[in-house]
């Protein structure tokens, strides 16, 4: 037998095979084992809810959990949107669900709502990221880490009668491969039955025309294929929120009470509240959960970790391993880190240079200027010389006036002193 045969059989999968058992040995309890140890642990389920201020998104949650959540009323005054999460420990039966309901505060409230939709994306990589950080640690807690990757959006749509807005597209498209989005029409009371289903129509019309992904309700497990079937084809649900009870008939019913009737909010003849209700809590919130997991946040992942440059396998399809691509990261660092060193040290050369030759320059300039000033000093000074010869003369010129006048002056005097005399002699002669 050729060796090559011989390789391919040792390699070969072995066929499993099928033994009966003699007795009871146990392993049928595995899924019980499963949800026993679930219920210990406990649940967590993140709800977003985006829709604009008063659109009816309290009232909905308070409806759907059948409690009253303590939320404040958003002002129509918010410069951007701002994610508001809030945690509630509830407990049904043995069950112990950790909700958290986000909410996109003052959506639509802005003049410019291009960006609208930025945060509430980066609320959800955020989310992302603090999972993935916690899986990427060395000591992991993933066993009891709270969990607030968002499993659902609720997409709440103003009912209009018309069409989406184009906020509301540019949001869902956004959104969509990052998050399971369910769209619903809110206040589903304020519009007409007729008016509703086309509204319903045009709306996944739009939603198809725009390429928006939205939620579909699995229909692979055949437990709940036919009613999640059904169920797709009433998206968007029309839902009416209320926590207030009327009674009708001799029961007390979750309804709105108005001048001409009551809308109840659990009678499907009025709005697809139970629908919601159904599909969202009771058949596929575990479905939710999987989805965010093994679809959304594994792309972010994907997406991540090739950004950090990990991959699968290297270019001749061979795998690649954790260890050769930490230390392909390693050598590129390091390099990256050497030629940084390098332009750093050439450009504090070039510098040291360039400093060198300015102040040589300077030199230069001083230099020439007190040659400059020396030559002046000097002009000056011979300037100041010959100002000093100059007025040497003069003065000696002066001197020799002034003694020519005295000597003048004293001859004159000499004369005019010796006439009386004169004077007087020729006097006495007479
Ligand atoms: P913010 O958190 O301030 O953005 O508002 P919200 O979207 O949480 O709306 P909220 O639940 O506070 O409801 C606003 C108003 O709409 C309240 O007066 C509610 O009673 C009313 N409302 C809520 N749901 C419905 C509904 O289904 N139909 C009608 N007609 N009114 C509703
Ligand atoms: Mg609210």
Redesign the pocket.
């Known amino acids: 037998m050729a060796a090559t045969d011989l390789e391919r059989i040792s390699n070969a999968e072995p066929e499993p095979r099928s033994l009966s058992l003699g007795g009871h040995v146990g392993f049928d309890s595995l899924p019980d084992q499963l949800v026993s140890k679930s219920v210990t642990q406990g649940f967590s389920f993140n709800i977003l809810?985006v829709?604009?201020?008063?659109?009816?998104?309290?009232?909905?949650m308070?409806t759907l959990f059948n409690t009253t959540f303590e939320?404040?009323?958003?002002s129509h005054h918010e410069d951007c949107v701002r994610l508001r999460p809030q945690t509630y420990d509830l407990q049904e039966s043995n069950v112990h669900l950790k909700l958290t309901i986000v909410?996109a505060?003052g959506f639509g409230d802005q003049i410019n709502k291009d960006d609208s939709y930025r945060p509430i994306v980066d609320y959800i990589d955020a989310q992302f990221e603090n999972y993935l950080q916690e899986e990427l640690k060395i000591r992991r807690s993933l066993f009891d880490y709270h969990d607030t990757r968002i499993h659902v959006c609720l997409y709440?749509i103003t009912p209009t009668g018309h069409s989406l807005k184009s906020l509301d597209l540019v949001t869902m498209k956004k959104l969509d491969s990052k998050v399971n989005i369910i769209p619903i029409i809110?206040?589903?009371?304020?519009i007409s039955k007729s008016e509703l289903h086309k509204f319903k129509i045009k709306i996944m019309g739009e939603l198809v025309s725009n390429g928006v992904q939205i939620y579909q309700f699995p229909t692979d497990d055949e437990a709940v294929a036919e009613i999640n079937a059904v169920m797709n084809a009433h998206l968007p649900f029309a839902?009416?929120?209320?926590t207030e009870e009327v009674k009708v008939g001799n029961k007390l019913v979750r309804a709105?009470q108005y001048p001409w009737g009551v809308?109840q909010v659990e009678n499907e003849n009025h709005c697809d509240f139970v629908k919601l209700r159904e599909m969202l809590i009771r058949v596929n919130m575990e479905d939710l959960r999987e989805q965010t997991h093994s679809r959304h946040y594994e792309l972010y992942r994907r997406c991540k970790l090739e950004e950090m440059g990990f991959q699968d396998s290297d270019g001749d399809s061979q795998p690649f391993s954790l260890q050769e691509t930490y230390e392909a990261k390693r050598k590129e660092f390091l390099s990256e880190l050497q030629r940084k060193e390098e332009e750093m040290r050439q450009m504090f050369v070039n510098k040291v240079k360039e400093t060198e030759l300015e102040l040589k320059e300077k030199e230069r300039e001083l230099h020439e200027k007190f040659e400059h000033l020396k030559r002046i000093h000097q002009e000056e000074k011979r300037k100041v010389e010959e100002k000093r010869r100059e007025l040497e003369e003069e003065t000696n010129a002066f001197n020799c006036r002034k003694a020519a006048m005295e000597a003048l002056q004293s001859q004159a005097l000499h004369a005019t002193s010796q006439q009386p005399l004169r004077k007087d002699k020729d006097k006495k002669k007479f």
Request: glycine share 14%.
């Open positions: 809810c829709g604009e201020t008063g659109i009816g998104k309290s009232t909905l308070n939320t404040e009323e958003a909410d505060v709440f809110a206040k589903a009371d304020t839902v009416v929120g209320s709105r809308v």
